[in-house]
């Protein structure tokens, strides 16, 4: 399959990731502004996602948010929403991008475990690159600097891993969290998990 086939899947919308909505369109076209070149425009829309959509365990805001046109009117959501609009952002500018996941334990047992979102987006000079929107905890350094990865978490403890899939679309187990919790921090009592049987 040739390689611009394969990217293609990565810059349609979706339900969730609704890159062609009027809103999600003009966001990123003044996100972007004068910005032509992928990379560019990628790290702005990352940097705009990730400083300026709070993200719901650091506020004391109930609304749960999952699709990106909502995230965006919003200016909230858990690591999955904020993934959600910025690929929505990335995709509506033609930037290649998809969602993955870490699976990252709660504590230092390891005795219960979540899935993390992130983004994937293909650079033309570097291929696939990992960001992570969620930003806004002290002391954890999320940025983006190709080629080199600046993620917060890295899995470390037994059953944590980095998912190795990227997918153009939200997670199922995560699309039903986000929309079956009315508020947050049922949310965050409930984050979704995904073990696939002789994975973990």
Known sequence: ??????LEAFLQPTDTIDAAHPAIVAAAASIAGDATEDEEVARRCFRWVRDQVQHSSDVQR????????????????FCYAKSHLLVALLRARRVPAALCYQRLAYDDTASGFFLHGLVAVYLKQYGWYRVDPRGGKPGESSDFTPPVERL???PKLPGEMDLPERLADAMGCVV???????????????????????LY
């Open 152 to 154: 917060p978490y890295a």
């Open 1 to 6: 399959m040739q390689p611009e086939i394969v």
């Open 176 to 198: 039903s969290t986000l929309r079956r919790w009315p508020t947050a921090a049922e949310v965050r009592a409930n984050l979704p998990d995904y073990a696939r049987q002789g």
């Open 62 to 77: 109930p609304v749960v948010t999952c699709k990106a046109s909502d995230v965006l009117e919003h200016r909230v959501g």
